[in-house]
């Protein structure tokens, strides 16, 4: 049946800023012209996580509303070689973000996405990469929304399960030694950069979040209060990083979808 058919997602590259080749997937809505369209910027979880060919529950949601999905191995990604994951270390905050960015860019200029109706959207890393978005590049997008995205990569450190432990020095390596690097921590952090906020926020956070601490998205919340910015804030005491209970779940997608109607949809 034509009404229960997928979106169709291609294949693309685009060239960053500094002449890395970046790949991704964009889908598209159906019975949609392919110009100048609501889109919404995906960015993965990981970033020690990749984008693939297939099936995409949420590319397909959110397609299905009529939004255009960009998706990015942004360097860092795995499965491209050594030299291109590790051109992610200590970049969180930096040139993965201008990956992003760059990929964005592409998209206006190729007439695909409407500059006035963009969204960046994602969980964990994708989260964190929403609300720098949101701190760092307010112009370039319409709202954010954040799922157990990390607002304090200081607590984020603090609060590494034990079983994690072993691997710290592999964290310093790919993110930064909070303490050698507290500068760096500091600067790219959004909890400590709200003010630069400009544009309406969601923020998806389970209680037992064991990295993404609830202390700090109460904080950076609050701050975007005081500054009169728009924001939604769904807090699960109960849940950790993923909602497991279906009643959370369907109520995170139907603000989600209420959310990204009201600020870039049609």
């Known amino acids: 049946m034509k009404d229960r058919d997928l979106s169709q997602t291609e294949f693309i590259k685009y060239q ?23 889109m919404v910027v995906l960015p993965h979880d990981g970033p020690n996580q990749r984008e693939v060919w297939g099936f995409d529950h949420e590319a397909q949601f959110l397609a299905n509303r009529g939004y255009v999905v960009f998706q990015m191995n942004y360097r860092g990604s795995i499965g491209f070689g050594k030299e291109f994951w590790s051109a992610g270390f200590k970049e969180w ?6 990956d992003i960015t760059d990929g964005v860019k592409w998209l206006i200029r190729e007439g695909i996405a409407d500059k006035d109706r963009i969204a ?3 969980k964990g890393f994708g989260g964190y990469s929403a609300l720098h978005a949101a701190c760092f590049n307010s112009d370039m997008y319409a709202c954010a929304v ?8 200081f607590t984020y450190f603090r609060d590494i399960p034990p079983y ?15 303490v050698r690097e507290s500068g760096m921590f500091k600067q790219i952090s959004p909890v400590f950069h709200s ?11 389970g209680g037992k979040d064991r990295f993404s601490s609830v202390t700090d998205a109460n904080q950076f919340v609050q701050k975007l209060k005081n500054n009169n910015i728009p924001v939604q804030y769904l807090l699960k005491e109960e849940e950790g990083r993923t909602f497991k209970k279906e009643e959370n779940i369907i109520q995170y997608y139907q603000e989600f979808e209420k959310f990204l109607d009201k600020y870039i949809g049609k």
């Not at 905050?93 to 201008?98: A, E, V």
């Not at 954040?146 to 990569?153: D, E, K, W």
């Open 146 to 153: 954040s799922y157990s995205g990390f607002t304090n990569l």
């Open 164 to 178: 994690v432990k072993p691997y710290l020095q592999k964290y310093y390596q790919i993110i930064g030694n909070p």
């Open 120 to 122: 960046i959207v994602g």
């Open 16 to 38: 960053a800023r500094d002449g890395k080749i970046i790949t991704g997937f964009i889908t598209y809505p159906l019975h949609e012209d392919r110009k100048n369209l609501p």
């Open 195 to 205: 003010n630069r906020v400009k544009i309406p926020v969601l923020l998806a956070q």
């Open 93 to 98: 905050g930096g040139k993965i973000q201008d």
